[in-house]
Structure formats: structure tokens, C-alpha cells
């Protein structure tokens, strides 16, 4: 199948799951710019409903990436949001059959298999786009604006910081499917935070990471830390649920967090599911019934990172669970001024020292006119720029090439190989 040049780009939902259901619902108000015509997951449900969302025909439904790729190319470009051990194995028979590809972060779940993605890329001169959905955030976007323009001078130093909820931290990575590393799964630091490493390659764009050090461990969701009197289910056998702020039925049925993922096993109800339902579940199966000191996690709940650039720039990342507010910070002081923000407030501040006697400093509030969403409004711009590198071949439009994105996860793998060894790692050449 020849590329097609005029027309919506034509994609295959390969991984049905939240995030590609995201992105592809930018074909239904962008008809002209994207259709989806194929979809591939091994979950039925999924598909049937993906089908009939997309009207895709049923001669375009796979069961996986594999069986996809065994028959001739019939779309542009696959949206890959499989779970992360699954995207590059997923990812090279799609590169290789001559598919562009709009991939899920963290790219990959280890090192070897990122330099192979790579390489696979280079090779078949095919696309990658990574959904490092931030890049594409308003906040983030204006603020690397800022210093592409000099307005601080040379960057020195970087500071950022992911304060993760203690919901969020609960459902996903203590109760969740993204709580254990010893099955091949994303480590904390590279599931939540591969995106703020990101950042930090990028408002350096042009300079490389050189050397790495990390600290971490599980210090809180462990069983010798769950309060006197709790019980191994919180709707089952526990005492002390009605005053636990980890209580499965505040977070599930009362506030109705985390939807998506705590009901996923009974997407099959469809519509008909009742709080009968998910009582019974959270009381006698749901993995997010359990309480949160007696999982079978085992990755880390709080992780910090320092980075020294080759131009001698230092930067630290700062990975907090258990936060009341959630919120990701920022700030980057350099030769001539600095600017700092928290992208949850929609703005940041811009400020410089005042050589004029008898004043301090200069400040410049930033405020964005943007909704609030999920990713500060990235998910949806990354689709528009994706689709446009992917049409015009001009990655000027996609900052999240596959080639801009390595440094950020380099960064994280060495520092999660530094936080086990005790030593500081160096950034390998590419
Ligand atoms: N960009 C972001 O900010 C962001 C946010 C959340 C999650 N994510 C990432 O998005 C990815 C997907 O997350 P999700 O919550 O949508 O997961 P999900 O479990 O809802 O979806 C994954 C889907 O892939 C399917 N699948 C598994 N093996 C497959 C194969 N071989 N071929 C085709 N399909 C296959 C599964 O059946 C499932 O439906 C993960 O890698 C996650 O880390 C990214």
C-alpha cells in the first residue's frame, strides 16, 4: 500500500486499551485528519467495542500485532498502546511491515530493547513518534519556548518534581498492574516519570546526559507498616476501613476513582454493571480490593534522580508518592534569570535579577488559557503533531521522534541501574 498523501491518515489500533481509545477518539472531530479502520488485541470485548466505535469491518479485527502484520499492509500508521513490556516486541514486525508508529511510553522496559527499537527504526526508515504527551502540554511547551528563546541564559541547574496522589500511587502501582518488576514490568521511576526525564533532555536539546546517580526503595506499602488491626481486604475482613484514607471503597464506589482500571474485569457487563457488582468484587477477587500494606508489590514508592549534563548542567528529579495534591514541578535557573511553575496551576513564572539599584529581581507571571486535563492538555495536541510528521515527513512537528526520546529513558535506566549497584552511571554513546 502506497502512503497516502491526501485523505485521513489511515491508522490500526494495535493494544485497545485507555490510551489508545484516547487518541483514536481524535479521528471522531478530526475525520478529515485520521481514521481508524483496524484494530488488534487479544481481548474480545475490546475489540467488539473498538469495532463498533471506529465501524471498522470485521475482516480488520486481529487477535494480536502478529497476526496483523501477516497480512499485507492495509493502513498508514499503527497506534501502539499495548503495555510497556509488549511495545517493542510489538513495535519491530510493525516497523518491518511498513507501518509509522504513534507508540506508547516508557518506550521500552529496558535498555537493550530500546537500542533495538532503534536500530529496527533506522533500518526500515519508518516513523516513530512517542507519546510523551507532556512535550505537547501547554505549560511545558511555553516554558521550553522561554529558553529556546535565551530568555534565562544558559541553563545551570534543573529541578523537577512528580508528587504522585496517594490514590494514584494506590490503584496503579501498590494494587495495580504496574506494581511488580520482577515479571518483566516498568519500574516506577520509568512508568510515572520517563516523561519528566524527557523534559529535562529537552529543555537541553543539544546537549547530552553524561553521568547518572539515583536513590530508592519501598519504605511505606510493606506489610510491617500497615496500621494495628488491618485486615488483607478492605471490604472483606478489615476493622479500621471506614477511617483508612486507603480504603477501596472511598477511593472505587464512593469518590469513583480510577474507573478505567479498577472495573477493566468487568467491562464485559457492559452498561448493566451495578455497585452489586463491584461490591462483590472489591469484597472477593479485584486485585484493587486489597489492602495496600498486603500486595504483592514490589517496586519502589519514592525514588530521586541527579543528572549531569556533558556542558556541565545539573538536574534532579524528584519522585514522591502518597501526596494529598498531586503536581508536577519545575524550575531552571540560569546565567540570567530562572523560571518556575507547577503545571497543575497553569502557569510559571519568569524572573531576573534587577541590576537597577534597589530592586531585587524582576518577576513575570505566565498564565495559560488552557483546560485542565489528565496531561495539562498534551494528549490530544501530541495526536495533531503526530499526524502531521507522520504525513509530512517533517519532524519538525513532532518533537517526540523516536530519536529525541532516547536520552530521557537512557536517564532512567541508568538511574534505576544505580539505585540497585550504589554507583554512578554513565550515559551510554549512541
Ligand atoms: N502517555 C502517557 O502519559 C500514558 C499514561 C498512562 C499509560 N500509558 C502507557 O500506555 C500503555 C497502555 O496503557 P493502558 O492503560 O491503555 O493499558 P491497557 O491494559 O488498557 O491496554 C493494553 C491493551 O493491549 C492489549 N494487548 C496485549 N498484548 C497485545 C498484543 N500482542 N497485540 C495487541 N494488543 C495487545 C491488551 O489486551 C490491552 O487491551 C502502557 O504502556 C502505559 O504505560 C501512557
Given at each position: 500500500?502506497?502512503?497516502?498523501?491526501?485523505?485521513?491518515?489511515?491508522?490500526?489500533i494495535?493494544?485497545?486499551?485507555?490510551?489508545?481509545?484516547?487518541?483514536?477518539?481524535?479521528?471522531?472531530?478530526?475525520?478529515?485528519?485520521?481514521?481508524?479502520?483496524?484494530?488488534?488485541?487479544p481481548?474480545?470485548?475490546?475489540?467488539?467495542?473498538?469495532?463498533?466505535?471506529?465501524?471498522i469491518?470485521?475482516?480488520?479485527?486481529?487477535?494480536?500485532?502478529?497476526?496483523?502484520?501477516?497480512?499485507?499492509?492495509?493502513?498508514?500508521?499503527?497506534?501502539?498502546?499495548?503495555?510497556?513490556?509488549?511495545?517493542?516486541?510489538?513495535?519491530?514486525?510493525?516497523?518491518?511491515?511498513?507501518?509509522?508508529?504513534?507508540?506508547?511510553?516508557?518506550?521500552?522496559t529496558?535498555q537493550?530493547?530500546?537500542?533495538?527499537?532503534?536500530?529496527?527504526?533506522?533500518?526500515?526508515?519508518?516513523?516513530?513518534?512517542?507519546?510523551?504527551?507532556?512535550?505537547?502540554?501547554p505549560?511545558?511547551?511555553?516554558?521550553?519556548?522561554r529558553?529556546?528563546?535565551g530568555?534565562?541564559g544558559k541553563i545551570?541547574?534543573?529541578?523537577?518534581?512528580?508528587?504522585?496522589s496517594?490514590?494514584?500511587?494506590?490503584?496503579?502501582?501498590?494494587?495495580?498492574?504496574?506494581?511488580?518488576?520482577?515479571?518483566?514490568g516498568?519500574t516506577?521511576l520509568?512508568?510515572?516519570c520517563c516523561?519528566?526525564?524527557?523534559?529535562?533532555t529537552?529543555?537541553?536539546?543539544?546537549?547530552?546526559?553524561?553521568?547518572?546517580?539515583?536513590?530508592?526503595?519501598?519504605?511505606?506499602?510493606?506489610?510491617?507498616?500497615?496500621?494495628e488491626?488491618?485486615?488483607?481486604?478492605?471490604?472483606?475482613?478489615?476493622?479500621i476501613?471506614?477511617?483508612?484514607?486507603?480504603?477501596?471503597?472511598?477511593?472505587?464506589?464512593?469518590?469513583?476513582?480510577w474507573?478505567?482500571?479498577?472495573?477493566?474485569?468487568?467491562?464485559?457487563?457492559?452498561d448493566?454493571?451495578?455497585?452489586?457488582?463491584?461490591?462483590?468484587?472489591l469484597?472477593?477477587?479485584?486485585p484493587?480490593g486489597?489492602?495496600?500494606?498486603?500486595?504483592?508489590?514490589?517496586?519502589v514508592?519514592h525514588?530521586?534522580?541527579?543528572?549531569?549534563f556533558?556542558?556541565?548542567?545539573?538536574?534532579?528529579?524528584v519522585?514522591?508518592?502518597?501526596?494529598?495534591?498531586?503536581c508536577?514541578?519545575?524550575?531552571?535557573?540560569?546565567?540570567n534569570?530562572?523560571?518556575?511553575?507547577?503545571?497543575?496551576?497553569?502557569?510559571?513564572?519568569?524572573?531576573?535579577?534587577?541590576?537597577?539599584?534597589?530592586?531585587?529581581?524582576t518577576e513575570?507571571?505566565?498564565?495559560l488559557?488552557?483546560?485542565?486535563?489528565f496531561?495539562?492538555?498534551?494528549?490530544?495536541?501530541?495526536?495533531?503533531?503526530?499526524?502531521?510528521?507522520?504525513?509530512?515527513?517533517?519532524p519538525s512537528?513532532?518533537?517526540?521522534?523516536?530519536?529525541n526520546?532516547?536520552?530521557g529513558h537512557?536517564?532512567?535506566?541508568?538511574?534505576?541501574?544505580s539505585?540497585?549497584?550504589?554507583?554512578?552511571?554513565?550515559?551510554?554513546?549512541l
Open positions: 500500500m502506497a502512503k497516502r498523501q491526501d485523505g485521513p491518515l489511515k491508522a490500526v494495535v493494544g485497545a486499551g485507555h490510551r489508545s481509545i484516547l487518541y483514536a477518539s481524535y479521528s471522531e472531530t478530526h475525520p478529515g485528519e485520521l481514521q481508524i479502520v483496524g484494530v488488534a488485541d481481548d474480545p470485548v475490546r475489540v467488539a467495542s473498538t469495532a463498533v466505535r471506529f465501524n469491518p470485521p475482516e480488520n479485527c486481529y487477535e494480536t500485532a502478529a497476526d496483523l502484520v501477516k497480512v499485507p499492509r492495509f493502513a498508514d500508521i499503527v497506534i501502539n498502546g499495548t503495555m510497556d513490556s509488549d511495545h517493542v516486541p510489538t513495535a519491530i514486525p510493525l516497523l518491518e511491515a511498513g507501518y509509522d508508529i504513534l507508540l506508547e511510553k516508557p518506550i521500552s529496558n537493550e530493547d530500546l537500542l533495538l527499537l532503534w536500530e529496527t527504526a533506522q533500518r526500515t526508515g519508518r516513523k516513530v513518534v512517542i507519546c510523551h504527551v507532556l512535550r505537547y502540554a505549560f511545558y511547551a511555553a516554558i521550553h519556548e529558553v529556546e528563546r530568555d534565562i545551570l541547574t534543573m529541578s523537577t518534581a512528580e508528587y504522585v496517594y490514590h494514584h500511587i494506590a490503584v496503579v502501582y501498590v494494587r495495580g498492574k504496574w506494581n511488580r518488576v520482577d515479571t518483566g516498568s516506577l520509568m512508568a510515572k516523561h519528566d526525564l524527557d523534559l529535562l529537552w529543555m537541553k536539546e543539544g546537549v547530552r546526559p553524561a553521568k547518572v546517580a539515583s536513590f530508592g526503595n519501598r519504605m511505606y506499602f510493606r506489610s510491617e507498616c500497615a496500621p488491626g488491618a485486615g488483607t481486604r478492605c471490604l472483606l475482613d478489615c476493622p476501613e471506614r477511617d483508612c484514607v486507603y480504603s477501596a471503597r472511598k477511593h472505587y464506589l464512593e469518590m469513583d476513582l474507573g478505567p482500571y479498577v472495573w477493566h474485569d468487568l467491562e464485559y457487563l457492559g448493566s454493571i451495578t455497585c452489586t457488582d463491584k461490591k462483590k468484587y469484597r472477593e477477587t479485584s484493587y486489597r489492602c495496600v500494606w498486603r500486595c504483592d508489590n514490589d517496586i514508592d525514588q530521586v534522580v541527579v543528572v549531569e556533558e556542558d556541565g548542567t545539573i538536574a534532579s528529579h519522585l514522591s508518592s502518597g501526596n494529598a495534591r498531586p508536577r514541578q519545575i524550575k531552571l535557573v540560569g546565567t534569570g530562572e523560571i518556575e511553575g507547577t503545571m497543575e496551576n497553569l502557569s510559571f513564572v519568569v524572573r531576573h535579577p534587577d541590576p537597577r539599584p534597589g530592586h531585587e529581581y513575570e507571571k505566565v498564565v488559557d488552557v483546560e485542565r486535563d496531561h495539562g492538555g498534551g494528549d490530544l495536541r501530541l495526536v495533531a503533531a503526530a499526524l502531521k510528521t507522520f504525513r509530512t515527513g517533517d512537528h513532532s518533537t517526540s521522534s523516536l530519536a526520546s532516547i536520552d537512557l536517564i532512567g535506566f541508568a538511574a534505576d541501574r539505585r540497585v549497584n550504589g554507583k554512578i552511571e554513565a550515559i551510554p554513546e
